[in-house]
C-alpha cells in the first residue's frame, strides 16, 4: 500500500482517533512516501487513545517516522505493545 | 532529501528516551532491524530503571558481545522486570554467554530465555550451567542452532541434576556428536525439572547415545 498525498494518512488517523472500540492498530509494509502522512495516521495516538497494540512493520523509518514514534511513547499512557520489526530492509 | 535516509540507529536514541518518560509498555518487539552496536549499546543504558517492560525482543538485530555488555548493564538494574527476552538470530558468541550468565546470576525476573541461532560454541556453558544452578526464575531456554560441540554440551549437562526450574530445554540442530551427548543423558538420569526437550536435528548422535538418553530418562 501506498501513502502519497496528506489526506490519506489523516483520514486514517481520523478513523482510528474516532472509533470507539479498536484496540489495536497494525501498519504493515505501507509506503509512507507524502513526508507527513505517517505523522497524521499516528497523530490520535498521541493523543488520549484506546489503542493498546501497535505494530508498525515494514515501514521504512526517516526522522520524521522516529520522531513520531518518539512522540507516541511519551505522550500515550494506554499503549502496552509495540512492534516495529522490519523497518530497515536492505534491499530498500 | 536527507531526511528520506533510513537512519533506525537515531530512531533506537529517540525510542530509548522516550521510554525513560513512559511507564506503560509491556512489550517491545524490534525484531529484524539493523542497528549500530555503539548506539545498541547506548539504547540499553537509556532504558535502565524502566520498569514497565516485561518482554522485550530484539531478535535479528545485529547484537553481538559488545552490546550485550550493556544489556546485562541493564538487565543487573534492580528495577527491570522483564521477564520474556528473545535474543535469537544475532551475533553472540561464547564471550557474550559468559557475560550474559554472570551478570544475570542475580536477575529474579527473566523467565524465558531465546538464544537460538546464535554462534555458541563450548567455553560459555561452563557460566550458564553456573547460572542455572543458582536460578530460580528462569523456565524455559532456548539454545536450538547453534554451534555446541561436545565440550559445550558437557558443560552444560552439569546444571541438570542441580535446577528443579528450568521446564524446557531446546538443544536441536547443534554440533555435538556422541561423546558429548552420553555425559548429558547421564545427567538427565539425575535431572529433577525438565518436562521438554528437544534434541531433534542433531545428525551425529547415533542410536546407541539414544539407548542411553532412554535408560537414563528410565531412571529420572
Known amino acids: 500500500m501506498m501513502f502519497d498525498s496528506d489526506h490519506q494518512g489523516r483520514s486514517l488517523g481520523q478513523a482510528i482517533g474516532m472509533s470507539g472500540s479498536l484496540k489495536e492498530v497494525a501498519i504493515e509494509f505501507v509506503d509512507f512516501q ?37 512522540l507516541i511513547l511519551m505522550n500515550n499512557k494506554q499503549l502496552h505493545t509495540l512492534d516495529f520489526s522490519e523497518c530497515i530492509d536492505d534491499s530498500r | 532529501m536527507d531526511n528520506m535516509v533510513p537512519d533506525l540507529s537515531n530512531c533506537i536514541v529517540e525510542l530509548g528516551e522516550a521510554l525513560k518518560v513512559n511507564k506503560k509498555l509491556g512489550e517491545l518487539s524490534m525484531r ?41 548493564e541493564f538487565m543487573q538494574e534492580g528495577t527491570t522486570r522483564i521477564n520474556d527476552l528473545d535474543l535469537s538470530r544475532n551475533l553472540i558468541s561464547d564471550t557474550g554467554l559468559k557475560m550474559l550468565a554472570n551478570g544475570f546470576h542475580d536477575n529474579k ?3 524465558r530465555l531465546n538464544l537460538e541461532m546464535n554462534l555458541l560454541k563450548g567455553e560459555g556453558f561452563m557460566h550458564l550451567a553456573d547460572y542455572l544452578v543458582c536460578n530460580k526464575s528462569l523456565t524455559w531456554l532456548n539454545l536450538s542452532g547453534n554451534r555446541i560441540n561436545n565440550e559445550g554440551l ?30 548429558f543423558a547421564q545427567h538427565m538420569a539425575r535431572s529433577a525439572g525438565l518436562t521438554h526437550l528437544d534434541i531433534s536435528r542433531n545428525r551425529d548422535i547415533n542410536e546407541v547415545s539414544l539407548i542411553t538418553l532412554a535408560i537414563a530418562l528410565s531412571k529420572n
Open chain 1, 34 to 70: 507524502h513526508p507527513t502522512s505517517f505523522y497524521q495516521t499516528c497523530l490520535p495516538l498521541m493523543k488520549k487513545s484506546r489503542i493498546v497494540n501497535l505494530r508498525i512493520r515494514g515501514v521504512l523509518f526517516t526522522t520524521l517516522e522516529s520522531k513520531t514514534l518518539q
Open chain 2, 32 to 72: 529484524n532491524n539493523k542497528i549500530k552496536a555503539g548506539v545498541y549499546g547506548t539504547f540499553f543504558l537509556t532504558l535502565c530503571g524502566n520498569k514497565s517492560l516485561k518482554k522485550l525482543n530484539v531478535s535479528k538485530t545485529d547484537l553481538n558481545d559488545k552490546v550485550v555488555q550493556s544489556l546485562v
Open chain 2, 109 to 111: 525476573s527473566l523467565v
Open chain 2, 154 to 183: 558437557v558443560h552444560l549437562s552439569s546444571f541438570l541434576e542441580r535446577n528443579e526450574t528450568l521446564t524446557h530445554l531446546d538443544i536441536s540442530k547443534n554440533s555435538f556428536s556422541d561423546a558429548g551427548f552420553d555425559v
